[in-house]
């Protein structure tokens, strides 16, 4: 029985290390330039970013932590990470043994025609034995690369849930700057409402008196109207807002989480440094989920080959066995068996071949699929930051439009109290620097939301190596 045990021992670890029939796995190079920015540029170097020290204000933090807790769809993807992982466990065992315990008794009675004596008789037959069964040797790689496909499967999916993690988190923080902006615009249309309300009543004092045209009230009374309309439109934004924070979240959000400062001091976000290698996008985890199914195709290469060759199980136990309970143990009641079976495919009708194919043309997808995703993953970024870039100029100038539509206001103001100008002058400046002011915040909130879509595009933060290991 050791002598068995041994050999089968033995002869598992040879064959652990037999043919590797999966191609070898290269190094890709990337099809994008070599950095986001203009030629020329040198390169930045950043420290990866987590999102506690990108998104710094504590409530915006709070909601963070709270959706990563609560939410359902990331509840699914790491559920689905506990199933991968499941299924890798179950892949990766088959590369050792089973080893197992059995035990068996029975007790048949023979009439007399049947026992051979002519009296009926009682056979009893008891056994216990410990061995393997169905072990197959991995003499072309067959089960590793079965294994080798189950890991990389799961890698991906971890990468998957990763990737998941960081699209809420940047949706959560666009939802939350989305009902900072409209709660900033509702307080403005507000402001707006209630000088117009007090234009208006004295207006219609003027016009009781004769002193101001009818023209000039029923032009107030549109701005007025202009501006209950955006209250409403406003009010109603903020509650869909509220509605998309709290499913992104999980769970209803207390008003004490939500945005109470304006949109300039709201979000403290770091600046992307500038010339940022595009080898970063080899950290998204989407891309290194891909470059892991893509390493999962190799294995299953492999797999396919070894199809082609012959397949060897064993199965082998020892133990004891006795026709009397008692003397199961006793000396001399020892057994055993050795049961080797090999399998050799001739001939199914080219199916072999197909699967070859299928994995063949598999991995293939898989590269153009990673080789996609960079080059998505790429423009992504590249749109990010000129987004950024442009909202950045954009914002100078619309705080110049305001500036300058507000003066213009104030002029128009003194000039109609000075009887320089009718009253429509002031109405039409004041309908346009309120308009400003309205781009103005819509302007801040996009140069914001340009960041947060940076902070998703490379994957949850950046981080560039020293250029000494760049070369």
Request: aromatic share 8%; proline share 3%.
């Amino acid at each position: 029985m050791k002598l068995t045990l041994f050999s089968v021992t033995a002869l598992s670890v040879a064959v652990l290390s037999g043919c590797q029939l999966a191609p070898e796995h290269k190094d890709i190079a990337l099809p994008v330039a070599a950095s986001y920015a203009a030629a020329g540029t040198e390169q930045a170097t950043a420290p990866l970013l987590p999102w506690q020290q990108f998104f710094n204000d504590e409530k915006l933090q709070t909601l963070i932590a709270q959706s990563l807790e609560h939410n359902k769809q990331l509840q699914i993807a790491a559920l689905n990470v506990q199933r991968v992982r499941g299924m890798y466990q179950i892949a990766d065992s088959a590369l050792f043994p089973s080893l197992g315990i059995n035990g068996a008794g029975s007790r048949q009675r023979l009439p007399g025609d049947l026992s051979g004596t002519g009296e009926p008789r009682i056979n009893s037959q008891y056994s216990t034995t410990v061995g393997i069964t169905s072990y197959e040797l991995d003499l072309w790689g067959k089960v590793r690369n079965q294994s080798e496909q189950a890991l990389q499967t799961f890698y991906s999916t971890e990468l998957d849930n990763y990737s998941a993690q960081v699209s809420v988190i940047a949706e959560l923080a666009n939802a939350w700057l989305n009902y900072a902006a409209d709660q900033q615009l509702l307080a403005l249309a507000h402001e707006t409402l209630a000088s117009q309300q007090a234009s208006l009543s004295l207006t219609q004092k003027s016009v009781d008196l004769g002193a101001a045209s009818v023209l000039t009230l029923e032009q107030l009374k549109s701005t007025v109207a202009t501006a209950k309309v955006d209250i409403a439109r406003y009010q109603r934004l903020l509650q869909r807002d509220k509605n998309a924070i709290e499913l992104l979240v999980g769970k209803s959000v207390s008003s004490d989480l939500l945005p109470s400062k304006v949109l300039n001091s709201l979000l403290d976000l770091p600046d992307v440094p500038a010339g940022l290698p595009s080898d970063l996008l080899t950290q998204r985890p989407d891309i290194k989920a891909a470059e892991h199914q893509l390493l999962a195709a190799n294995a299953n290469i492999g797999v396919a080959r070894a199809a082609f060759y012959p397949s060897i199980s064993l199965t082998a136990n020892a133990g004891t066995a006795s026709s009397d309970l008692s003397g199961l143990f006793a000396a001399g009641s020892g057994t055993w068996s050795f049961m080797p079976q090999i399998s050799l495919p001739i001939f199914n009708s080219g199916r072999n071949q197909a699967n070859l194919e299928v994995a063949k043309a598999t991995q293939q997808i898989a590269l153009a699929t990673y080789q996609q995703k960079i080059q998505q993953a790429f423009r992504e970024v590249a749109d990010a930051l000129a987004d950024k870039a442009g909202f950045n100029a954009q914002l100078a100038a619309l705080q110049q439009l305001q500036q300058s539509r507000k003066t213009t206001f104030e002029l128009a103001q003194a000039r109609y109290d000075n009887g320089a100008d009718s009253y429509l002058q002031v109405l039409d400046a004041q309908r346009t620097w309120y308009q400003a002011q309205q781009q103005f915040i819509s302007g801040q909130h996009a140069l914001l939301a340009s960041k947060i879509n940076v902070y998703k595009a490379l994957g949850g933060g950046w981080q560039a190596a020293p250029q000494s290991a760049q070369q």
